[in-house]
């Protein structure tokens, strides 16, 4: 008889709840990963994320080497991978921590009704954020849907009831199975290594993030974001370090809470927009204008030294993506599913509810967005937040010969932008 502890977005063995209950059953815990064929099968062959799964595993099935213990591996399709291992074990608990994901509510659904009528008994945990959905709610029980009150009741009820620390497991890891799984390569799940690699990340300059975070020739924010996504830095150390360091840091790691309860709450935010009266808008979806922007070659250095840096790294600062997101959606009228995919295909730290969230804020169809006549001029954004044109050299090399003409003159667009969406949307 055995338990299971089964990773997803929770890529450690530090300070992880689920694996800490998992580690306190009475039978020995199997580490499971499945790599789910119906989210690769629709990834590139060399897909950054994978390769940054994949070491990621590694490095925790060496932990787990040194312990005599191992990660067993698989690749499938999730369910029909849950049904052969209730067939090879006698599987008497699953752990595994809570995904706020529609996709994932509905998967794990699944696999707990499976393993219910396998008499498995299931048990889920928060591991992904330090407040989940309905522990930060309006007096009235409703969701918040505007970040400030949001961010002060979750401040309020931080510091009334400091949250335990820590989930140390060292001492239970002697009830991790004893096995010797083969762990497999990344070509043999299908994946070649990438060449954009995930960077460390660092709080080297979080003293003075406040006031160097908009600029993005300085590397002054963290690049935390595909480790929390993948969850191999705990929320809860990363929140109690904020906290202590700087205010204005630890309101960042509260937006990221703020538009998780949102996609929970309001699962439609990931095709649809949050405002409904918004859907009237006719959005000029110019195919080789949208291909312009992907490839950063917009004639607008701010926008295209952005795109560049996502082609090439994976990563945008995020005044950046600010800008690029709100040139796509109000300088080309192109609805902003259409750049949420593309960001979806090229970020490292592609998260949906962060995703979807900055994005319907940048085109003003979402909770607490821009409001419509906001249109950022890329060239003022250019001249106060990278003046001496640092961070637009280093994308655009050829800058300096004399940069090509902008696709869109700026005081046209934002006219027809302003008269678009003011003909769009529904009084
Ligand atoms: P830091 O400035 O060091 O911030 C620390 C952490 O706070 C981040 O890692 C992130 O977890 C959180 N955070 C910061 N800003 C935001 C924000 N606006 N919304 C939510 N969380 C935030 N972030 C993602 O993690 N995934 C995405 O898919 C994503 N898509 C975005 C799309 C657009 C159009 C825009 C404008 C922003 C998007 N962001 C997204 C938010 C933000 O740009 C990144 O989190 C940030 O740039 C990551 O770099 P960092 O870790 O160095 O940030």
Redesign the pocket.
């Known amino acids: 008889a055995v338990s299971f502890f089964w990773f997803r977005r929770d890529l450690r063995l530090e300070d992880n709840v689920g694996l800490y209950y998992a580690l306190k059953s009475d039978y020995p815990v199997i580490p499971l990963f499945i790599f789910d064929e119906s989210i690769l099968d629709s990834l590139p062959k060399e897909d950054a994320r994978v390769t940054f799964i994949h070491e990621s595993l590694a490095k925790i099935n060496t932990q787990l080497n040194g312990i005599g213990s191992s990660l067993l591996i698989k690749k499938g399709q999730t369910l029909e991978v849950w049904k052969n291992l209730i067939a090879e074990f006698d599987v008497k608990e699953v752990f595994f921590n809570k995904d706020y994901e529609p996709f994932a509510i509905q998967r794990d659904e699944a696999i707990c009704q499976l393993l219910e009528t396998n008499k498995s008994i299931t048990y889920s945990f928060k591991d992904q954020v330090l407040f989940e959905e309905n522990e930060i709610t309006k007096s009235d029980g409703l969701p918040y849907t505007v970040y400030t009150p949001y961010k002060n009741k979750w401040l309020e009820k931080y510091y009334q009831n400091l949250p335990i620390l820590e989930f140390d497991a060292s001492e239970l890891y002697f009830n991790f199975y004893k096995s010797q799984f083969v762990f497999p390569s990344l070509e043999q799940i299908g994946f070649v290594e990438s060449s954009i690699k995930v960077k460390p990340?660092t709080f080297d300059a979080?003293a003075n993030?406040h006031d160097t975070?908009d600029f993005p020739a300085v590397d002054s924010?963290?690049?935390?974001?595909?480790?929390?996504?993948f969850g191999t830095v705990s929320i809860r150390k990363?929140i109690h370090f904020?906290a202590k360091t700087n205010a204005v840091?630890l309101s960042?790691?509260i937006?990221?809470e703020?538009?998780m309860q949102i996609l929970y709450h309001f699962p439609k935010v990931v095709t649809q927009n949050f405002k409904s009266a918004y859907d009237g808008i006719q959005w000029r979806n110019n195919e080789e204008d949208f291909k312009r922007w992907c490839t950063g070659t917009t004639g607008y250095p701010m926008v295209d030294a952005g795109m560049r840096q996502l082609n090439e790294t994976g990563?945008?600062?995020?005044r950046v993506?600010?800008v690029?997101?709100s040139f796509l959606c109000k300088h080309l009228l192109i609805q902003w599913q259409w750049?949420?995919a593309y960001?979806?295909e090229k970020?490292l730290?592609?998260?949906?509810?962060?995703?979807v969230?900055?994005?319907q804020?940048?085109a003003g169809t979402g909770c607490d967005a821009a409001p419509y006549f906001r249109v950022f001029n890329p060239d003022i954004q250019l001249k106060k937040f990278d003046e001496k044109g640092i961070y637009i050299r280093k994308w655009i090399p050829e800058f300096d010969l004399g940069y090509g003409e902008p696709m869109v003159d700026h005081a046209f667009a934002r006219d027809r932008a302003i008269a678009t969406y003011k003909a769009g949307i529904l009084k």
């Open positions: 990340y979080l993030y975070r924010t963290s690049y935390l974001s595909p480790h929390l996504r990363m904020a840091f960042e790691l937006w990221r703020f538009f990563y945008m600062h995020n993506r600010m690029v997101a750049g949420e960001f979806a970020l730290d592609y998260d949906l509810s962060a995703n969230g900055n994005w804020w940048a």
